[in-house]
């Protein structure tokens, strides 16, 4: 599970085996408080989650967007 960035106690990674055939970019966030899995094109949402509420649902989007551009490139070194 690559560690792309921490953002409060919420950890955005990827899971290694989501390559084949590789899905869309994405990005994991996973807590205490639950699991989200969000798209980032065209535009940052939430493909599933559990757990989160709504607010918190909208703040991790808000970061995932600010954020867009670091987790291509992640996604791109590790599945390059």
Same mark, same amino acid.
């Given at each position: ?5 921490? /953002? +409060?106690?919420?950890r955005f ?16 966030? !996973? ?6 899995? %969000?798209?980032? /094109?065209? !535009?940052? +949402? ?5 757990? /989160?509420?709504? +607010? ?19 996604w791109n070194?590790? %599945?390059?």
């Amino acid at each position: 599970m690559p560690l792309v960035f921490r /953002y +409060r106690n919420v950890r955005f990674h990827f899971f290694s085996n989501e390559g084949a055939p590789r899905e869309p970019v994405h990005v994991h966030a !996973e807590s205490g408080d639950g699991e989200a899995k %969000f798209w980032l /094109y065209p !535009e940052v +949402r939430v493909a599933r989650s559990a757990g /989160y509420s709504r +607010r918190q649902l909208l703040e991790l989007a808000e970061v995932v967007g600010e954020r867009r551009e670091e987790i291509e490139r992640a996604w791109n070194e590790h %599945f390059g």
